[in-house]
């Protein structure tokens, strides 16, 4: 196995990592290298030049002032990064500041996303479209430099990083999506697909559980072009990480199969870095993590403590700062020439790229117009032409089936039609049914698969989606059982945020999973997502509705949606459609005998309800009939209703008119719409789905109204 790399230039008190044997490359190396039970080579380090250390140190400088600006915010990681993010926006990076979404740009997460004043500030300093304005803006109302980045709101920033530990997800994502573009397009004389994914992290990141969930897969899938560079600092908001965080993460992530490597002065030593970050592109069969050792706050007074994390340098400090590192005190967001003019050089360079990769792909089109067609499609968003056609219809003649098995027949028809679909289950895939016809396994052997073996990390599952989604020309969909979401719930919450349109399957849906358990019984979980903002929550009632629900999916790009399926077997309709679902509600039959036409007649009781339990209404729609004039309205997605114009609510729940909604989970929500609600008060019971069902003591009759 290759070795850990210690790029030694000044050995650190209070460090001892371990090492392994060195590969014949690290050894090759002239810097000062640590090996098993060896004294540290002493080797000098190569100083930065003057032109350098002004660039590192004015980024230092400006990240403090944006903070000193807003009187909040993070400086420390911002200060102890300068050295990084400059030699990969100068020396590294291969990207386009006049045209930032260029396909073939080498992607950047900032993953501990609360040092955004780094990022802002190399945005700016290269040629972005962020002005020195935006950044005296840092944090404040409607700019352009919120706390966190956020996608939406900062051209050149990839992903939303604000909760620790998302952004390096993400970016095994934006990995496999790398991976998985270059096996499909790539031919050879021709690399349209050739960048890397850089990440930037702290403690934080590694010590949240979704990281190691994300690393453990990208170690698996042989992610080479996915290069983290850990801002190793020894500090959390507690304190030092003795407090907390004592492992030895190089270790740990040898153990997941990526390489290891460590840079001893990540305070000054840009060759260092440099030279790292090489070795690290070099390496193409495995991920790599460099650790490297800074210090928070460089510069500051409260360097190297917990002080210097998450509040201003204080106006004295500051300008102490920038007295010694050669700019003027009295000074705030006013660039040096000398700092401009190094900078100045990256748009131009970034622009030269580009040509250089658009005149190769007008040469690659020609020689594969068909591959070349469908990637700029792709690229664009836009859908294959008629992928509608293969949508599956169905009658009441039909067999019924459960909503999971009638998502895996769409799923087979789309991802035959749209080959920009791509995703997979969280170790449920006999349960979920996501495999689609004909899918190969991603693997590292086999990056041109479409169906991913997530494993059982479903937290990580639903971040590497958003990741591929960001990472452009797919359309990810992943899948577990609709109460396992709650490990997902960050990063599908991130989603909806990011307006990130991925597709999660969620089956097993209700009480009607019955041996399982409440353990298993997903009583709250839908409500959850119905008071998430920009999220969809569709629950089908039959196959067609299924095959709506998927068209609703796939046209909304900015809408991330949930699709809960049943384990129990639904009968299909009369009177559904897969357009209809768009609608969010509508009436499936007025009266008992199952016509299919809708009446004028006023009813005197609406029946509401959504996926397995529409069949429940329909069948007790005919003893009710004998009383009182009964509708029944199939509600599939209360975000979609909502949104529709009051005339149309209101013809489907005409004012006056008595409401009870039935609903196998929790009664919280149904008010908006009913008066009465038949649904859960309990976690559920371990027993046969109809007798769990049946229990009174589960469910309750909750009225809305006195």
């Avoid at 008119?657 to 719409?673: D, N, Q, S």
Wanted: proline share 5%; with cysteine; hydrophobic share 40%.
């Amino acid at each position: 196995m290759d070795a850990l790399l210690h790029f030694n230039f000044g050995y650190i008190p209070g460090r001892n990592p371990t090492d392994q044997p060195l590969s014949a490359l690290a050894q090759k190396r002239q810097h000062g290298i640590m090996s098993p039970g060896s004294a540290v080579k002493k080797a000098k380090s190569s100083p930065m030049s003057l032109e350098e250390e002004r660039c590192v140190n004015y980024i230092r400088v400006l990240g403090a002032d944006m903070v000193q600006q807003a009187n909040s915010g993070h400086p420390g990681a911002a200060m102890g990064c300068a050295p990084i993010a400059h030699v990969l926006w100068s020396k590294i990076m291969n990207y386009n500041p006049a045209d930032p979404k260029w396909p073939n740009r080498d992607r950047f997460v900032l993953s501990n996303g609360h040092a955004c004043a780094l990022l802002y500030s190399m945005l700016h300093l290269t040629g972005y479209e962020l002005t020195i304005e935006d950044l005296k803006a840092f944090r404040q109302m409607h700019s352009k430099t919120p706390g966190h980045p956020e996608n939406e709101h900062t051209v050149g920033v990839e992903v939303a990083t604000g909760p620790l530990g998302q952004g390096l997800t993400n970016a095994v994502g934006m990995a496999l999506g790398q991976a998985h573009a270059a096996a499909t397009f790539n031919r050879e004389g021709f690399n349209v697909v050739e960048h890397n994914t850089f990440v930037i992290c702290g403690d934080g990141c590694l010590q949240e559980g979704i990281t190691s969930e994300a690393s453990s897969l990208a170690g698996h899938l042989g992610l080479g072009s996915l290069i983290v560079l850990y801002d190793d600092n020894n500090i959390t908001i507690d304190g030092g990480t003795e407090l907390s965080f004592t492992e030895d993460v190089g270790k740990r992530y040898e153990a997941y199969g990526w390489q290891v490597l460590v840079v001893e002065d990540g305070d000054t030593d840009v060759m260092g870095l440099q030279e790292a970050i090489e070795l690290a592109k070099a390496e193409r069969s495995k991920p790599t993590m460099i650790k490297v050792r800074t210090t928070i706050g460089f510069g500051a007074d409260k360097a190297g403590t917990a002080g210097v994390h998450g509040a201003p340098l204080g106006l004295v400090d500051l300008a102490r700062v920038k007295k010694e590192w050669g700019f003027e005190e009295d000074k705030c967001f006013e660039v040096p020439k000398d700092v401009a003019k190094a900078y100045s050089a990256c748009k131009p360079a970034g622009v030269a790229k580009h040509a250089a990769w658009s005149k190769m792909f007008a040469a690659y089109a020609k020689a594969h117009p068909e591959l070349a067609a469908d990637f700029l499609r792709r690229q664009k968003g836009e859908l294959p032409k008629d992928w509608k056609k293969s949508l599956p219809d169905y009658t009441p003649a039909d067999k019924g089936i459960a909503t999971r098995q009638s998502s895996q027949l769409v799923l087979n028809s789309l991802c035959a039609a749209i080959p920009e679909l791509i995703g997979g289950s969280a170790d449920l895939t006999p349960s979920n049914l996501t495999k689609f016809k004909g899918a190969l396994d991603f693997q590292a052997a086999t990056p041109q698969g479409r169906y991913i073996r997530f494993g059982v990390r479903e937290h990580a599952m639903a971040a590497v989606c958003n990741g591929l989604f960001a990472y452009g020309g797919m359309r990810p969909f992943c899948a577990t059982f609709l109460n396992f979401t709650g490990y997902a719930l960050g990063a599908m919450r991130v989603s909806a945020l990011s307006k990130f349109g991925v597709v999660y399957i969620a089956t097993h849906d209700s009480i009607g999973l019955g041996e399982d358990g409440p353990t298993h019984q997903p009583v709250e979980a839908l409500l959850n997502f119905r008071a998430t903002p920009d999220m969809l929550t569709i629950r089908p009632a039959d196959a067609n509705e299924v095959s709506g629900s998927y068209m609703i999916a796939l046209e909304r790009r900015e809408t991330p949606c949930v699709i809960a399926l049943s384990r129990q077997g639904c009968n299909n309709l009369h009177g559904s459609s897969k357009e209809a679902v768009e609608l969010g509600a509508y009436v499936l039959r007025n009266k008992e005998n199952g016509e299919d036409e809708k009446t004028e007649q006023v009813p005197e009781l609406v029946l509401v309800g959504s996926g397995s339990e529409v069949q429940l209404l329909v069948q007790a729609a005919p003893e009710l009939a004998k009383r009182v004039r009964v509708r029944i309205v199939s509600m599939p997605c209360w975000e979609l209703f909502d949104a529709q114009p009051m005339a149309y609510r209101m013809s489907v729940f005409p004012r006056g008119v008595p409401v009870l909604a039935v609903e196998a989970l929790t009664c919280e929500g149904w008010c908006k719409y009913a008066h009465s609600v038949v649904g859960m008060s309990t976690f559920g019971h371990s027993g046969p789905a109809k007798e769990v069902q049946k229990d009174r003591k589960s469910t309750r009759l909750n009225s809305s109204h006195p």
